[in-house]
């Protein structure tokens, strides 16, 4: 994750054993969701500071969610047809999409 005021590396870990397909992060910015269309999860994530200057020790994972039937999507469908949404009070994210069965999926989560 970059700081794009600065263009500076703000946090790295990984977040998938696949690659991620989405990011979003929650309205006030202390979570955030991914979600990885190779391994049809999707990971909710919360960030802690500590001292002083409020120093990040890194995210901490809060729910994985195994997603069904996402698999066989191929990446343009997952840019067009998948989407992570939050809802305004940030305390439940929903995936929105397309099953490889052109069947429509709404997975939310509440978060903690």
Known sequence: IYDTRTAS???TWQAHSKAI???S???NGD???TYSNASAALRVWQYEAY???RLSQGPKL???VDVPNTKE???TQVLLEVQIK???SGDIVSLRGTTTTNKPFDAKVPIK
């Open 73 to 75: 999507l191929s990446i």
């Open 31 to 33: 979570h955030l969701a």
């Open 21 to 23: 397909s989405c990011v």
């Open 51 to 53: 001292g002083m200057l």
């Open 86 to 88: 939050w809802s305004h």
């Open 62 to 64: 809060l729910v994985s």
């Open 25 to 27: 992060f929650s309205p």
């Open 9 to 11: 590396k703000w946090s």
